[in-house]
């Protein structure tokens, strides 16, 4: 496949492409399988005629026109790809004559393409960085976990609280016949778990050793079997054994026996060292979207719809799959949700405008500073992830020789190298003074009042004073 690239006014390019012959007979190939499952031949069973037979029967002008749109597609996407090209739009595509089988076939393609942001050109980049700091606070926390972790159960005689473990005997009823599924002996459960239901929950609170408690309540509509969904139930419960959760004592024991430390001092700095290495690759990966935003703020472009719709498309997809893997179709959960899909939409628009505007401010950035990626770079870090991967050098190979493959890769390194010199060259600011540099953006608008009210001449020169 070669191409060639022509700009063209208002953002559009011209990408004229030419297939190879061996392209254009498998596509021929292809056409002439598909179409043989169709058609029908006295004869013959379906899907068992000849080829030369298929061919003769539907004619050579219908094999060229399913070969072409089979496959036309494919070749626009592969050529766009091959030439760096992201079309944000539908192409117009034209040939000048239909493809012959053992000949290269020609065709010209023209697509709108992500319109080129301005940036200052003394840029400045400034962005806040996050504190990293492991508070007592938060060490406190970790070691509160630890210790819940390392809880006994000790009977107590007191009234049950909310996590205590109470030993329970539970029977349900309807009707007095016995709920098969709602007998249970010696039965041990977390008073405010919330692993019984809400009114079984409510009554073991308050519950002391010995004593039993009748709960009428009507079953949920999800109950099984159906029959009894909906339906009057008297639940007895009697409260065998009450137990608390004792916690171990904070000492260099309790750091011995539970995480291996010598002394209580020493898992204290463990968990501050951890803690603080956490917060800081936090902090580098928070201080990256801040530089990348305030990038995108500094970008003078005209965002195209399609990019943003594109983007908001991803993200439905996205949600949709997640939905799925829980067996829960997005639709049935936009109906949950009292939703549709077109206010989900809108609710997206503000984020993925400014993710669109971003990448293009990060593409303008990447040709201001002239970050270009060369072959011999772009080899070395796809060799890396292979070996990463544990992948054979023939995925690099493979991918080196794939050109759509190859600038995917390239310009996805190119955006990298792009934010890592950003942020390279970004100054740390206080929040306050990001917060100043975003009001002094913003478009200053006319106070509402005064512009109805209107002003008299003294009022304008006292106003001019002021200012």
């Known amino acids: 496949m070669e191409t060639a690239v022509e700009n063209l006014e ?5 990408v004229s492409v030419e297939i190879d012959a061996h392209d254009v007979d498998h596509a021929f190939e292809h056409a002439l399988a598909d179409m043989a499952k169709d058609v029908r031949v006295p004869g013959f069973r379906p899907g068992k005629t000849p080829v030369a037979v298929v061919r ?64 200052p050109a003394k840029l400045k980049l400034q962005a806040v960085r996050p504190t990293v700091e492991a508070t007592d606070e938060v060490i406190d926390g970790e070691i509160d976990r630890i210790r819940t972790a390392g809880a006994t159960f000790q009977p107590i005689d007191a009234a049950v609280e909310a ?6 005997d539970m029977s349900g009823a309807v009707d007095g016949n016995l709920i ?28 002391r050793t010995g004593e039993s408690r009748e709960v009428t309540m009507t079953l949920p509509a999800e109950q099984k079997p159906k029959k009894l969904a909906g339906r009057e139930a008297v639940f007895t419960i009697t409260a065998k054994e009450v137990r608390a959760r004792v916690l171990p004592d904070l000492d260099d024991t309790f750091a011995k026996e539970m995480a291996g430390f010598d002394t209580l001092a020493e898992l204290r700095d463990d968990i501050k060292t951890a803690r603080e290495e956490t917060a800081l690759r936090e902090a580098d990966g928070q201080f990256r979207r801040n530089v990348l935003q305030d990038l995108g703020a500094q ?27 829980q067996g829960i179709q997005l639709e049935q959960y936009m109906q949950m949700m009292g939703r549709d899909l077109n206010s989900l939409a809108m609710e997206l628009m503000p984020e993925a405008e400014r993710e669109v505007r971003e990448e293009l401010a990060l593409d303008a950035y990447a040709d201001q500073q002239k970050i270009v990626i060369d072959d011999d770079k772009l080899r070395a870090f796809i060799t890396e992830q292979a070996n990463e991967e544990n992948e054979a050098e023939e995925v690099v190979d493979r991918i080196m ?45 006319e106070e509402p009042a005064k512009a109805e009210k209107g002003m008299s001449g003294d009022e304008s020169t006292s106003s001019e004073q002021e200012n």
Do not use: Y
């Open 10 to 14: 208002d953002n559009k390019v011209k």
């Open 401 to 445: 020789n794939d050109a759509a493959m190859r600038e995917d890769v390239r310009r996805d390194l190119q955006l990298r190298d792009a934010l890592d010199h950003a942020v390279a060259a970004a100054k740390e600011i206080t929040p306050e003074q990001a917060e100043a540099r975003a009001n002094a953006r913003e478009p200053q608008v």
């Open 56 to 119: 003769q029967r539907v004619g050579e002008e219908a094999l060229a026109e399913e070969a072409l749109r089979s496959h036309i597609n494919g070749w626009w996407t592969r050529a766009c790809s091959a030439a760096a090209i992201d079309g944000i739009d539908q192409p117009e595509i034209n040939w000048p004559k239909m493809p012959v089988p053992g000949e290269t076939f020609s065709f010209t393609g023209i697509v709108s393409v992500p319109p080129k942001a301005e940036l």
């Open 163 to 168: 996590g205590h473990q109470v030993l329970v």
């Open 299 to 325: 970008a003078i472009v005209e965002i195209p719809p399609p990019m943003v719709g594109r983007r908001i498309d991803d993200r439905l997809q996205t949600m949709a799959r997640s939905l799925g893997q």
């Open 180 to 207: 098969k599924d709602a007998q249970a002996t010696d039965l041990l459960v977390e008073a405010g778990a919330g692993r019984l239901l809400d009114q079984l929950d409510d009554a073991i609170i308050g519950m």
